[in-house]
């Protein structure tokens, strides 16, 4: 049972080079986040979504894009890297404990994808 | 505006002792609350949650938490800390409003003393 998974673990890039990050779930989950995490500033979410063919923006998209195609994929894009990028991309999915017409959203993580860009 | 606050960034204590992290929030109504641990180069794994009733809570790895509506706290204590919960741990808040986003604090940072 794999869970999360993000592929690459590690990557440098060159200011203005592209990549893609993935992140995979085999847990059926609805929704998907990407969140990047900052010594001192805890998780931001950059982007999330709420099922396949839908993507919303977080706390701070500016400079990345996401695709849902599949469900259980969730693609983080960097189309012109900057320094100001280099940080710890997490990628999360959760699923909904429905009850007393609340949902209870429970997250779990994959195991991180640390991005330096120079 | 919705914030979670962790007031400690380091806290070093002996193993054996006991472990108490901080954790205050605001929201608008009884928020979702949930404590994670990342130990280094880890993702985050959940150690416990609380939706609604009982206000303490039992999580993982035998950690607890109370959740306390007058002070908007949801502190994370351990009686007897061992040298393996090195680690970051973050508090986070999450939407009952159906935007299933969470709100991080920004982590408290674990040293556990031989």
């Known amino acids: 049972n794999a869970g999360v998974t993000q592929t690459p673990k590690f990557r440098v890039l060159k200011t203005g080079q592209s990549m893609t990050l993935l992140c995979a779930q085999d847990m059926n989950h609805e929704y998907m986040y990407w969140y990047r995490q900052d010594p001192g500033m805890g998780l931001r979410l950059i982007h999330y979504s709420v099922g396949e063919g839908t993507t919303a923006k977080g706390e701070v998209p500016d400079g990345y894009n996401v695709s849902r195609l599949k469900k259980q994929n969730f693609l983080l894009g960097l189309e012109s890297a900057a320094p100001s990028q280099t940080s710890v991309y997490f990628c999360?999915?959760?699923?909904?404990?429905?009850?007393?017409?609340?949902?209870?959203?429970?997250?779990?993580f994959g195991a991180g994808t640390r991005l330096s860009v120079l | 505006a919705q914030s979670v606050t962790q007031p400690d960034i380091h806290i070093t204590v002996s193993e054996g002792a006991s472990l108490e992290l901080r954790c205050n929030y605001s929201?608008?109504?009884?928020?979702?609350l949930f404590w994670y641990v990342q130990s280094p180069g880890q993702g985050l794994q959940l150690l416990l949650k609380?939706?609604?009733?009982?206000?303490l809570v039992q999580g993982i790895k035998g950690f607890e938490a109370e959740f306390k509506r007058s002070q908007s706290s949801f502190n994370l204590r351990k009686p007897s800390v061992h040298w393996s919960d090195a680690a970051e741990y973050f508090c986070a808040v999450g939407s009952t409003s159906g935007t299933y986003k969470y709100i991080f604090g920004t982590g408290t940072r674990l040293k556990v003393l031989a």
């Open positions: 929201y608008g109504a009884t928020p979702y």
């Open positions: 999360a999915s959760s699923y909904f404990i429905y009850g007393t017409g609340m949902s209870k959203n429970i997250q779990y």
């Open positions: 609380y939706f609604s009733g009982d206000t």
